[in-house]
């Protein structure tokens, strides 16, 4: 009877020919495109004066810096309801919150381990949280927050209340084996949920390749029906094309949906990375050429929006950028006391 | 306006470091991302990347320099002009404000112990964990409960029998066999604002899943300063069975309990296991409830109507004068039977049952050593690192003048739990060994 070995076809590029093969690059009106240069701009200065910020001292432990990712971020979360849709991801979380309009001055602080930090200097850089915006972190542990962004997504699903989860992690994160019975479960339970990959090519000092048996990321769901899109995450009004087709998709009801946003990350892993598993050149070659905010300088440029407009937003992203780091410069840090609090929430 | 360079720090631990290289000299015009300078560190070089825009207005320190302080200003850069970025002042010693009284305690969580003398049922532990489980989720929509056959199949134990008839499966949940991910799944709608009953099938297997135990569950609501609630209960039996073998028995009490940001709790009879789990549920912090399946079918009188009891308070079980016995969980039933012997001896123990393992009831235990001056620890569990040795180092620290005799622990052997049936009777506790160390205790 035997017919010999089934052999199993290659998986299909996700949904070809459905809704979400038809992810189209996203045509922004001006001020769209001018909110878009504004959001990038403002992370990719904090970050900037956060590396400058450590060098002196101000900042120490882990900083992870997300220069190069902000298309991703940006351009996805811009199609999400702070304070309704959920997000949560790894350490590399200052972006996203900003991103998610959380405010610059409460994250440098944070930074700096002061008391008007927004975990009150208790987290530092890898451990933010605003549950009013619903940014959920913030976490250390490599793969951690895919499955708890699923019980985010299964709490949407559970109260009905309309929201989607976005959990971001990285290409090392992907090779974790909670991020499988994460997407198992998120499949089977048709949880609202939007798996991002930012695929950024390297884990620490490790290229994808040298980890990964699939680089095509955005098929590591196949095997749970997760259908997966791939998309160029240097280019925002791309990534927001795609954004706003995967949360029709799974705000639909029609469970999980994963996403590889291409990306680079311009600095090291974190401030004390000297990067020697990549040339220099490797680096400036997409600086050069498909850096996201210079993409979407053009874009404005298409659209006839001036020098002088954009000189005015970087003057005022500047000014932003120099309050956050005064503000965290010169705010004290915790009260001793503070040691001891927030350890449980009741008395026992 | 001169904008300051400074030797930068380039690790975490970074204290000074030799300026190998410059790659720019004065009157070179940078941009942001071009690198300044080659910087080694005692473990790597690194390459310094300038952040402003400008002018190379000066070069202070020399290429080859060794030892430059972090902070040390290396060299000058004139700026655009425009408004923006101040040169950036080097870190000053921030004040600490005197520390302002604490912030007002909330309410303590649990209701008063349960009325005693009221009227009361017989019922097995099994039957007292799944009605508070039930109880609970009748009052609280956002109670629910999920594990591996907790629902079609009524619990491999059958803690969770009937919940999925009443409940139905939105609230009644059977996971794959995925111990990693539910618990992160469940600590993650936890902190959505749902309160999630996990219930690990035996806590062997929450080793898996021990990273979002400790590292999510635990830790998150004082890394965001308090933002991050986790009311989760992880629940189910703990401990050795009847001959399952090493990696199927294992008391993990004292592993859980070494951790700050958890509650861990560790019934022994139908009324606290009950009384207990509802205040787990209820609690706003996230909780490890260990059971044990040898106790499962244990019949207790528990009292009838609303039970739930305090946590963080332990019990005196026996009242007694010449000696304390404390003990948690399963050891609690051996600590009474050695009582009742010790009794036709002459000898008057007092049984304390911690119940709650953290936090632990210090009070509870010192006062009774107060009165007895004598001490046995009991736990079916290895003696090394555990609960026994927590409560030595606190009649140590804090009860050293009421002691006549060291404290003595009563644990298992200190081995992998064996198979055969007389080695595993060799390797747990039990009443003879209780007995023989209260009497050393008690010099008799
Ligand atoms: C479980 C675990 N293992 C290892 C680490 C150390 N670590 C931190 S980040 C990282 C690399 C992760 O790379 P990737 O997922 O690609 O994210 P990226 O840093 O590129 O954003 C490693 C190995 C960790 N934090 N947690
Ligand atoms: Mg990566």
Known sequence: ?348 | MAIELKMPALSPTMEEGTLAKWLVKTGDVVKSGDILAEIETDKATMEFEAVDEGTIAEILVPEGSEGVRVGTVIATITGEGDAGAPAAKAPAPVPVPPPASPRPAPPASAAPEAPSGGPTAKMTVREALRDAMAEEMRADDRVFVMGEEVAEYQGAYKVTQGLLEEFGPRRVIDTPITEYGFAGIGTGAAMGGLRPIVEFMTFNFAMQAIDHIINSAAKTNYMSGGQMRCPIVFRGPNGAASRVGAQHSQNYAPWYASVPGLIVIAPYDAADAKGLLRAAIQSPDPVVFLENELVYGRSFEVPVGDIVLPIGKARTVRAGTDVTIVSYSIGVGLSLEAAEQLASEGIDAEVIDLRTLRPLDKTAVLESLARTNRMVVVEEGWPTCSIATEIIAICMEDGFDDLDAPVARVCDEDVPLPYAANLEKLAIVDVPRIVAAVRRTCNR
């Open chain 1, 1 to 348: 009877m035997a017919k010999g070995p089934i052999l199993a076809k290659a998986p299909a590029k996700a949904s070809e020919g459905s809704a979400l093969a038809q992810a189209k690059r996203y045509k922004a009106s001006q001020d769209e495109l001018l909110r878009f240069y504004r959001d990038m701009l403002l992370i990719r200065r904090f970050e900037e004066r956060a590396g400058q910020l450590y060098g002196l001292g101000f900042i120490g432990g882990f900083c992870h810096l997300y220069i190069g990712q902000e298309a991703v971020a940006v351009g996805l979360q811009s199609a999400l309801t702070p304070g309704k849709d959920s997000v949560i991801t790894g350490y590399r979380d200052h972006g996203h919150m900003l991103a998610y309009g959380i405010d610059p001055k409460v994250i440098m602080a944070e930074l700096t381990g002061r008391a008007a930090g927004i975990s009150l200097g208790k987290g530092g850089s890898m451990h933010m949280f605003s549950t009013e915006h619903r940014f959920y972190g913030g976490h250390g542990i490599v793969g951690a927050q895919v499955p708890l962004g699923t019980g985010l997504a299964f709490g949407h699903k559970y109260s009905g209340d309309g929201g989607v989860c976005m959990a971001y992690f990285g290409d090392g994160a992907a090779n974790q084996g909670q991020v499988y019975e994460a997407f198992n479960m998120a499949a089977l339970w048709k949880l609202p949920i939007i798996f991002v990959i930012e695929n950024n090519g390297y884990a620490m000092g490790t290229k994808v390749d040298r980890s990964s048996a699939e680089t095509d990321f955005h098929l590591r769901g196949t095997a749970f029906r997760i259908p997966g899109i791939q998309v160029n995450g240097m280019d925002v009004l791309e990534v927001r094309g795609a954004a706003n087709v995967a949360v029709d998709y799974v705000r639909g009801g029609n469970g999980p949906l994963l996403m590889e946003l291409k990306t680079y990350r311009y600095r090291g892993h974190s401030m004390s990375d000297p990067a020697k598993y990549r040339s220099r050149e490797e680096v400036q070659d997409v600086r050069e050429k498909s850096d996201a905010i210079e993409a979407v300088k053009r874009d404005l440029a298409a659209v006839g929006v001036d020098e002088e407009a954009l000189k005015a937003i970087d003057k005022e992203i500047r000014q932003i950028v120099a309050e956050a780091a005064d503000f965290a410069e010169s705010s004290p840090e915790p009260a001793p006391h503070e040691l001891y609090t927030d350890v449980l929430v009741g008395t026992y």
